[in-house]
């Protein structure tokens, strides 16, 4: 959500990584608008630039440490890609390892999970987990992340919508969802309450469903409290897609995937985002 927040293709979901190994350049937007004459790739990455447009959640970040935070515990609870990604991460100090994004079927993302003691908050592990989250979410790139999405059983999520993730999508279709860019957000142990009576239809999508879109309703407005990475009460009144956003996040603490939601047959793989619903299905927007 993310979302499916924006729309990458399949294709410009892998063209970061292939960029970095077979040009060893970044890829950002900045760096290819500076290329002007370059090789046959970097030319076909240049025309693909502006279509590629980040995902919701994934609208999320995601080892997965239990609550008491033993090694052993931690490996029971782990997918086995997220226990190495987590376990490289603890000891490397000049190039950090980050936790792969667990992907749906493995357990931790389809139960519920802990809250994070309040002793614990401050604590190195803790702190490490939250900056691994953002890193992760940023580097998908996506609008949010819940713990569980690196195999980490705690009530933990981070959001950020920007400018130019904005940007990548169309102005009709952000207006129309209501998105608009807000800072980075860290909530532990949240609690989300849905106000008013109003929804909207539009579709999601997940980095732990990778490829695939489909229609959500969400509520329009929420009102979701908890504690800041500093253990300090916050809360936050949200509407439109950061709403939205909320909501896919704290579903995943509870472990359910958009895909539990979602308006029956409108579920498709992204290159076919823009074909016509079916037949029967609900219009996009508010209901």
Known sequence: MLLAWCRPSLVMESIPRLAQRVLSVPFTPKHLKSCKKTSPLTSHLMQLHDSRRPTFIQWNLQGRPSVCTDLVSMKNYSSATARAGWFLGLGE?????????????????????????LGEIGSERIQKI????VKVMRNAPGVGLAAPQIGIPLKIIVLEDTNEYISYAPKDETKAQDRRPFDLLVIINPKLKKKGNKTALFFEGCLSVDGFRAVVERHLEVEVSGLDRNGKAIKVDASGWQARILQHEYDHLDGTLYVDKMVPRTFRTVENLDLPLAAGCPKLGVC
């Open 130 to 133: 939250i900056d691994e989250m």
């Open 93 to 117: 100090k000049k190039k950090q390892v980050l936790p792969d994004i667990v992907k749906a079927g493995d357990p931790v993302l389809h139960e519920s999970t802990q809250d994070v003691p």
